[in-house]
């Protein structure tokens, strides 16, 4: 089937309705099978290319929607918050290749099959998007998480007092909760929002029902005693509470940047990555013995033009700043 509309509303919202009226199994006995919609959304009239006059036509989440070759891309939720578009989706199949359709849908039977007894093993990946930009996967949700965590922690001989900058789907403060030695988590996170729409669609990302070393410890990482959550711009915070190095404000063992990608073509990502006031705040925000942990977008190949020179210039300004500033590798 091919739709067409000349107007500017999405069609992806009529997809269940579509669903329902031509998705007929092919019999009327009760072991038919349930045939799959497999679907794409495009825009009409645009190039793949960016203009000198606007920006590009596609971001990351216009390609999804027109990947054909999908077996599962389910909406999960598509809403808006004060900030952003908030956007997820479950998908199996073409570049989520790890599972297969047939094992996921015998996994939803009420048979005593291996699948049916262990859905979760068979489940689709989950992916959110924010503002059309893919922020997160349930795949991707450990190997992220945990490496822009664990390591600087570790390193630190004593790391009581942690600040999270962004994270809102809740899992880099998940990780930092692990740690039997932190006795306050802050948050600084603009967009309450996230925090609240990720804790309906993506549970995962925000379950602490596994921590065990402490007391006051909840399911729900933002119920710890421990959390400290602070809805509001990260750059007004450091820079009012740590402009200079004689701030009587309490000093962070570990600060985690886990924001924009520096090669977002969004004003704020830039101050981000290439204020110095705000990279002199973070400096002044760290203990003795403090450590900053940046997300500085996608790993370079071989085939990657110099950040100076490339689409990761903002990255490297940030490089050279942490160093003006004091840091030190």
């Known amino acids: 089937m091919d739709l067409f509309t000349c107007g500017s509303s999405p069609l992806v919202p009529i997809l269940p309705l579509i669903q329902s009226l031509f998705g007929i199994p092919s019999s009327s006995s009760l072991d038919a099978i349930e045939p799959t919609m497999i679907w794409s959304h495009k825009k009409r009239g645009f190039g793949e290319v960016a203009t000198p006059d606007r920006k590009p036509a596609y971001n990351d989440l216009d390609v999804f929607l027109g990947i054909h070759s999908m077996d599962v891309k389910e ?13 997820v989706f479950d998908v199996l199949g073409d570049i989520f290749k790890d599972r297969d359709s047939r094992s996921y849908h015998k996994s939803l ?26 922020q997160s996967t349930l795949r991707g949700d450990a190997s992220y998480h945990e490496s822009i965590v664990h390591p600087a922690l570790i390193a630190h001989n004593d790391p009581k007092r942690v600040a999270i900058i962004g994270g809102g789907e809740g899992a880099t403060l998940r990780e930092v909760l692990k740690h039997s030695t932190v006795e306050e ?15 309906k669609y993506l549970p995962q990302w925000q379950d602490c029902s596994s921590i065990a070393h402490h007391d006051q410890a909840a399911t729900w990482c933002f119920d710890d005693t421990r959390v400290t959550p602070k809805f509001e711009d990260a750059m007004a915070y450091f820079i009012d ?19 924009l990608d520096p090669n ?7 101050e981000l990555y290439t204020s110095e006031v705000f ?3 973070l ?20 085939h990657s033009p110099a950040d100076e020179t490339g689409h990761f210039a903002n990255r490297a300004i940030m490089k050279n700043k942490l160093e ?3 840091f030190k590798r």
């Open 75 to 87: 909406k999960v939720a598509s809403e808006s918050t004060a900030f952003q578009n908030f956007d």
């Open 109 to 134: 039977s009420n048979d005593d099959s291996y699948e049916a007894n262990h859905p979760e093993l068979f489940a689709p990946d989950r992916v959110l998007f924010l503002d059309g930009v893919i």
């Open 185 to 199: 988590a802050v948050m600084i996170e603009i967009d309450e929002g996230v925090v609240e729409l990720s804790k």
């Open 241 to 259: 509470g740590y402009h200079t190095n004689d701030e009587e404000e309490d000093k962070f063992s570990v600060i985690i940047m886990d924001a």
């Open 264 to 270: 977002d073509e969004i004003p704020f990502a830039v």
């Open 279 to 281: 990279i002199q705040s």
């Open 283 to 302: 400096y002044n925000a760290l203990d003795e013995n403090g450590i900053l942990v940046v997300q500085v977008g996608e790993a370079p190949t071989e």
């Open 324 to 326: 003006e500033v004091g």
